[in-house]
């Protein structure tokens, strides 16, 4: 989703663009553009100037890169020292990374924080990165020549972190980084041409990954400070509900009253409102064991009573043919029908005309996030002097401006450190938690970790966004399509959040269904906003993954009506010869052409999101009423310019398991507001015996990037298209189509 804006790709790298001279060696300071889908939907935050990653090479020949990002398991810190190596010619295992924090200042300080989501780490930072990096180089071959009196570039060699002149002296980074930081950065320096890459391509161990397999990784429930109490987060029973009366806390404990700061409530959560309580205590299991037994009383939100999944359903198939048209100027609150693409009438008009026509409606479920680790934060607050806190975020700097904002201090009384997190998945660009433990710590006047019980997690979450989506599609007697009329009903996570919608709607709203490569003939996509008030949020690939189900179950069952293959038919309609090369990469990796196995049906589909687009095909065996067997997944992926391919591969067959999940059991419901699932138990997950082989191919690079070209990302696309594949091999298998998800909604991992 998120790219570089023009504007911000014409943005060379002058010398408002670099901090200079640093004790003991070069420091250079240069901006990478701060973009996160709500600022995308406005118009991006960052304001040229802005420092937020560093690079510093030290009198020690050290390396190291500062980084404001985070590392949420998707080895962004590898990717981008990866990157830097390339372009200043230093072997890859002397870079070193180092966590950055944030900054509210116009100029950041080292390592500020970038916004980790979207997929877009890499995507976004890659040309700056390299920038940077050629930039550096320069100035310290510059240095070099300096120092040895010969002006010509071109008698001068870099290698391995060392400057070597024709006439054989040498000199290495470290011996050149002092004079080099007096020294005017170039404008425009050089890049490595591409067919002389040692890194960027080919597959580099991550640096994250040792001190995660040998338990030294900090993670947020990892963090102790001296004379830290523990808090545990106890919620009202029902979205929108708020505290009667504070509860007498147990012998030995406090209770803290919580209440839904400015800028972090969603749907029922209004600001101001008292919607939970913290106990706090000397340690998390006797802790969590009093807030279990705590008797709290709580008023129910007005409404309540309707907020249910029947009902939630029949709105949707209400606004799916009644919806009042966005209005320029006015509120266009829920229940507004947002044209995306096309007319109406047109499109009515080709499918009256079509020999024959498909007319389906797809629902999909609310979705927890489920990360392994918890939400949770630690704050260390000594009042009107100076805050810590420690926490798993993927938005830093949103913790420092929420901070900011609750205790008064000023920024640069306050330290925020970015652990490992234990999984993101969108939820933790959150900062609800966040502004809980804030609370817990000035209210209690000592360190504290807050932490949210793993029920807490499921029924408070901030969930995918459920979906009812009605899409008509008309073919003529050749099989080409005439006409493709598209609906998609779901709540808007930008509304939820403040963010105007203009006449397009929410943008993960139609991600995922709009600009179709395809030849669909008169088309029309429309997004309606759906009035349900349960919080929704950011999940792995969001709106692509509703829209990606819907559109590709649709193409399937088209491919059927013409009574045409549905790889074939697929393939004779994209226009696009990036599609089609994923496409065909997809089917031959998938063995598509041969017969499977007795008793294995296989369903194809093909995608797009953040600038990647991705083909799968899932072989399906042993289908029951109750259950399947994933056997086999064969994705084809085009992020125009791979730069780890091992780590490529490793982040879809992840998002292989994340959608495979979804696909298959993944629900949240309510009853009267309240969330029913509450652990893993009423939750499947697959269990490790049920995974698949999953085989990845990447389509090659080009041999020439061009920068003007978006760069895809790879976190979450391994994701959108496995449910349409899923929902097509099994069609092939049953003769039925499954246009609601989960395919086992009654399945649970039995006793725990």
Known sequence: MATITPELEKTHLGRRNFLVKAAGGLSLGFFLPEISKIAEAQASTAVPGQVNVWLKIGTDESVTLAIGASEMGQGSFSGLAQILAEELMVSYSKVVTVQGSPSLAAVQPVGASLNTVGSGITRNNFWKLRDAGAAAREMLVTAAMNKNGDPTRQNYTVALGVVKHASGKSWTYGTLADAASLLTPPTSPPLVPDSQFQLIGKTQARFDIPSKTDGSAQYGLDVRVPGMLYAVVKHGPSFGATLTGTPVAPHGYQVVPLKVISGTGRGTEVTGAVNAVAVVGPNTWDTWQAANQLRVSWNTAPGASGWNNAKFISDGQALLTTATPYTAGAANGPGTLFTVEGHAATVNTALAGAAKTVDAQYTLPYVAHATMEVLNCTVSYVANVSCEIWAPTQSAKSVLSLAVAIMGLPAAQITVHTTYLGGGLGRKAEVDFVSQAIQVAMAVGKP??????????????????????????????????????????????????????????????????????????????????????????????????????????????????????????????????????????????????????????????????????????????????????????????????????????????????????????????????????????????IRMGEMPQVAVTIVPGPVVADRTVNIGGAGELGVPTFAPALANAYFKATGKRHRSLPFFPGATMGDL
């Open 448 to 685: 504290v970790k807050l932490m949210w019980p793993r029920e807490q997690d499921f029924t408070r979450d901030q969930y995918r966004p459920m979906a009812v989506v009605h899409g008509s599609a008309g073919i003529d007697a050749g099989g080409n399509i005439v006409g493709w009329a598209y609906r998609n009903v779901s709540p808007s996570i930008l509304g939820q959040r403040g963010v105007p919608l203009g006449p397009s709607g929410d943008s993960q709203g139609i991600e995922g269904a709009q600009a179709l490569p395809y030849n669909i003939g008169t088309r029309l996509t429309e997004w309606v906003s759906h009035p349900s008030p349960i919080p929704v949020g950011f999940w792995r690939s969001v709106g692509a993954s509703i829209n990606t189900f819907c559109v590709e179950s649709l193409m399937d069952e088209l491919a059927a009506l013409a009574n045409q293959d549905p790889y074939t038919f697929r393939r004779s309609k994209l226009m696009n010869p990036r599609w089609i090369a994923v496409l065909d990469a997809a089917a031959s990796l998938g063995n598509w052409t041969q017969a499977p196995p007795s008793g294995h049906y296989r369903g194809i589909a093909i995608g797009t999101a953040f600038n990647t687009i991705v083909a799968e095909v899932v072989e399906i065996s042993s289908v029951s009423a109750t259950s399947l067997k994933v056997n086999r997944v064969s994705l084809a992926i085009d992020l125009y310019l791979p730069v780890n391919p091992g780590q490529i591969e490793a982040q879809m067959a992840g998002g292989v398991v994340h959608g495979m999940n979804a696909a298959l059991y993944g629900q949240q419901t309510f009853v009267n507001g309240a969330a029913q699932a509450k652990n893993f138990n009423k939750s499947r997950m």
